[in-house]
């Protein structure tokens, strides 16, 4: 299968691009510099975009049966500026603008379109345990989530089967939020965040991929999924599974006031509670490998094949 994947750079896509290859599948990937089109030396094929000025190279998407949209600036990169909010929602909004309309306008448009969302969507819920029929929250990153997928709307228009992987917390150590908290955890430096009661939804990155393949692979399915563990852990669980695996002590908790001292609003994330299921994977029979917070953190920890 000829596979077009955006944020193909970041840990999610340069995972699941390294698994399509495994499989012998072909993988475009959308770039914005052009040094980097056309045949690339791991073998994928490098097709020009700009989405801050919804620009693409049209032709390169010929022939692409499915597209995985995970483009978008890292939530948690730098402290949350009026100027930075911005670009975190423009990232995502005119990414998908810009690929729904070129794949919906497509003489021959691709069977899937997979796009990238977040638990987020529902805003912060405390200990209540949402699904995918939970209502959208209104805090900023909710509203940033219910504008991401509504722009997508053009290529379920066109008839093209959407599935919006509404992601929570993707657990490795080469990356992502794991990438700043193992380092920490292994010198015995770690601890709960906040309260530490706080529900994360978790998922390993394994899990993440497998899952991203699942709503390539199955053509029933189409709306929103969660991309989270089955069994949502509290900041303080999680702590406690880190500290389990490496053998490690975790003295060292982190008050919601020196959070939001260093992190700005972007606290109010971290000491906020998602306690999300995927109750529409499950239902379409997705199996987890990953499950609980032992295993995960333990997954996080393995070298990916290809890495």
Known sequence: MRIAVTGSTGLIGSALVRSLLADGHEVVRLVRHRTRAGRQPDGTVGVGWNPHRMQ??????????????????????????????????????????????????????????????????????????????????????????????????????????????RTGLVLSAKGGAGGRLFPLFRLGLGGRLGSGEQYWAVISLADEVAALRFLIDRPELSGPF??????????????????????????????????????????????????????RLLDAGFRFRHPDADSAVRAALERQPGA
């Open 226 to 279: 969660n991309l989270t563990g089955p069994e949502p852990v509290t900041n303080r669980e999680l702590t406690e599974a880190m500290g389990r695996v490496l053998r490690r002590p975790t003295p060292f908790p982190v008050p919601e006031p020196v959070l939001r001292l260093a992190l700005g609003e972007m606290a109010v994330e971290v000491c906020g509670s998602h306690r999300v299921l995927p109750r």
């Open 56 to 165: 693409i190279d049209r032709a390169g998407l010929d022939g692409v049966e499915a597209v995985v949209n995970l483009a978008g600036a890292g939530v948690g990169d730098h402290r949350w500026t009026d100027s930075y909010r911005q670009e975190v929602r423009d990232s995502r909004v005119l990414g998908t603008e810009t690929i729904a309309a070129a794949i919906a306008e497509a003489k021959e448009p691709p069977r899937v379109l997979v796009n990238a969302s977040a638990v987020g969507y529902y805003g912060q819920t405390g200990d209540r345990i949402i699904d995918e029929d939970a209502p959208a929250g209104d805090d900023f990153l909710a509203r940033v989530c219910v504008e991401w997928e509504a722009a997508a709307r053009p290529a379920e228009d066109a008839g093209i089967r959407v599935a919006y992987a």
